[in-house]
């Protein structure tokens, strides 16, 4: 079955770093965008940024100067390298992609579990 892993979070301090992951797996046949998201404890989730599968990336205004998403076609993975990071980035990072399977009759949207970042002194 196709199915998204995020992994890479944790406790950093202001100004720190950290790069997660986001795998997929399963019967694929073609991914088209894999998209990061986050939601904050008690805040609506808001998108991160978007890398469609011929490398166009589009970020939200928040993180574009300090985040970077790129692709691994081959590894069926997308990451989110996250550079300065402040308090306000704390959350819990989603990963989803837009994924034809092999047993599926149309392409599909796909959710990981999320993983989670927190940035404190």
């Known amino acids: 079955q196709v199915q998204l892993v995020e992994s890479g979070g944790g406790l950093v301090q202001p100004g720190g770093s950290l790069r997660l992951s986001c795998a997929a797996s399963g019967n694929i046949d073609h991914i088209y965008s894999m998209t990061w998201y986050r939601q904050a404890d008690g805040k609506q989730r808001e998108l991160v940024g978007e890398?469609?599968?011929?490398?166009?990336?589009n970020y939200a205004d928040s993180v574009k100067d300090r985040f970077a998403i790129s692709r691994d076609n081959a590894k069926n993975t997308t990451y989110l390298q996250m550079n300065n990071l402040q308090p306000e980035d704390t959350a819990v990072y989603y990963c989803?992609?837009?994924?034809?399977?092999?047993?599926?009759?149309?392409?599909?949207?796909?959710w990981g579990q999320g993983t989670r970042v927190t940035v404190s002194s």
């Open positions: 890398a469609t599968t011929d490398g166009r990336v």
């Open positions: 989803n992609a837009d994924i034809f399977a092999s047993t599926s009759w149309a392409p599909r949207t796909y």
